[in-house]
């Protein structure tokens, strides 16, 4: 599998952006008080998810 250099790089930030959005989302769970804070939780949550969601990754096939 041959990936483009930008391609990796963008996955590369896509990952760490939601390996730490999955940990400030772990905490703020812990010290949710109600529903409005599971709410934003979550959202900050499908945000982050979003960023590596619509990564665009074009196929190279046919390139030697």
């Known amino acids: 599998?041959?990936?483009?250099?930008?391609?990796?790089?963008?996955?590369?930030?896509?990952?760490?952006?939601?390996?730490?959005?999955?940990?400030?989302v772990e905490v703020d769970l812990a010290e949710a008080s109600g529903p409005d804070d599971v709410r934003a939780a979550l959202e900050y949550l499908v945000e982050a998810c979003g960023q590596l969601a619509t990564l665009p990754v074009r196929s190279v096939t046919g390139r030697r």
């Open 1 to 24: 599998v041959i990936v483009p250099e930008d391609v990796l790089e963008a996955l590369g930030d896509a990952r760490y952006t939601l390996a730490a959005a999955l940990e400030d």
